[in-house]
Structure formats: C-alpha cells, structure tokens
C-alpha cells in the first residue's frame, strides 16, 4: 500500500521559509513521481510543484517560480518543497501525492492517486 507522510508545515511570517516534506511508502521511491498541492479555505486545489520518477523533470506554478524547490533525496525516500519567500497568500493546507507517471509530472490532481493526510502553512502578514 502506497503512503505519503507529509510535514514541515507551521506559522512563519511573510519573506520567511519552510521547508516541507513527503515520505514515501509501499512503493518504490525510484518509481514515484511526485506533486504538492495546496488549498486554501473557499478556494479549490492547485498544483505547485511537481517531479518525475525519472530524469527529476520538474514543474512549478507561476505564483511559486524562483520562490520554491522541489527536490528528491532517495537515501531518505523523502521529495522536499523547499519554500523561500513566502507570502501570505500561500496559507494553505499543503498536500503531497504519487502518481504512476514516471518522466513526467503534472499539475492536475486527477493524474495522482495515492494521497497524504496534508501539513497547514500560515503566513502572517
């Protein structure tokens, strides 16, 4: 059974950093390519990073662009979201989620089927 264990998330104010992670489970990391989601309170889910299983092929959303990185580490089974700059329009609850891609990635939640539980960033103003 696949697993995800999203955390890093907290309070930080705005021009801060966090730094999130995703543990990956019950599949192998090698195979996994993996996205972040956020969604804030009335608004729907959007992407904001994601990468490959194969070559790291890496994209980001606009808003996020020169802000955050994405990255695996594969001795930690781990993707990390490494987030500068942060605004507070980037409160949310931050997901991460694998998907049977693999040189690819891809912004759209429907291509991602193994879901974590979610880490809540606020950024206070």
């Known amino acids: 059974e696949v697993q995800l264990q999203a955390s890093g998330g907290g309070l930080v104010q705005a021009g801060g950093s966090l730094r999130l992670s995703c543990r990956v489970f019950?599949?192998?990391?090698?195979?996994?390519?993996i996205g972040w989601f956020r969604q804030a309170p009335g608004k729907e889910r959007e992407g904001v990073s994601c990468?490959?299983?194969?070559?790291?092929?890496?994209e980001y959303a606009d808003s996020v662009k020169g802000r955050f990185t994405i990255s695996r580490d594969r001795a930690r089974n781990t993707v990390f979201l490494q987030m500068n700059g942060l605004r507070p329009e980037d409160t949310a609850h931050y997901y991460c989620?694998?998907?049977?891609?693999?040189?690819?990635?891809?912004?759209?939640?429907?291509?991602?089927?193994?879901w974590g539980q979610g880490t809540l960033v606020t950024v206070s103003s």
């Open positions: 989620a694998a998907s049977d891609l693999r040189y690819s990635c891809s912004e759209y939640d429907v291509m991602y089927q193994h």
């Open positions: 019950g599949v192998l990391f090698d195979d996994a390519t």
């Open positions: 990468v490959s299983a194969v070559g790291a092929n890496t």
